[in-house]
């Protein structure tokens, strides 16, 4: 009775996992298609992170449904805190939302995750920063970011993330010394 139990239980997360590879093959160019396997995967596997994770970036970024995509990630979660590609899409969903406390705390605690991507979490924090206009800050979220990231091509969007801060900083007024004030006019008798 057991083994039979088992067999049924493995059989349908294989059912799950195939519906959930036609999903990702899906997204996001047929919507349609993707919303239909990871309804079927999660009637398999209703607290399947994968799926749970995918439905939450469709009602994001498709449908712009910010409240349903935060109840999915806070499910995926809730289910695995070591799935790490929640992370920063759940990160996303939060700033886009204006929940800045909220998405604080959030990478704050994925940061203390162990295994969890540090570089793009504290380039999240840095656009987080960014968005509340504290540009310090947040060039300071971009060094921690660059110390922790490993490869080139990430590198590369830490400088592009750096680049546009540092285009916000405000401009230093330039101030002129006396001392030059004088030597010109002097030169000016």
């Not at 920063?88 to 994925?110: G, Q, R, S, T």
């Not at 999240?124 to 920063?129: C, D, E, G, I, T």
Request: with cysteine.
């Amino acid at each position: 009775m057991i083994l039979q139990n088992d067999k049924q239980e493995n059989n349908m997360g294989t059912l799950a996992n195939n519906y959930i590879f036609k999903a990702l093959d899906a997204y996001p160019y047929d919507l349609e298609e993707a919303i239909e396997a990871l309804t079927y995967a999660l009637a398999y596997d209703e607290k399947n992170t994968i799926a749970l994770c995918l439905m939450g970036r469709i009602h994001a970024e498709a449908l712009y449904n910010y409240h349903k995509a935060k109840e999915y990630y806070a499910e995926a979660l809730a289910e695995n805190i070591h799935a790490f590609n929640i992370y920063p899409n759940y990160i996303n969903v939060l700033l886009w939302n204006e929940d800045f406390e909220e998405a604080e705390k959030l990478i704050d605690f994925a940061l203390g995750v162990k295994g969890s991507d540090k570089a793009v979490l504290y380039l999240k924090k840095a656009v987080l920063f960014e968005t509340k206009k504290k540009y310090k800050k947040a060039l300071k979220s971009v060094i921690k970011a660059r110390e922790h990231s490993f490869n080139s091509e990430f590198s590369y969007t830490i400088d592009e993330e750096e680049k546009r801060i540092k285009g916000k900083l405000p401009k230093k007024k330039k101030v002129k010394s006396k001392k030059k004030d004088k030597k010109s006019k002097k030169k000016k008798k």
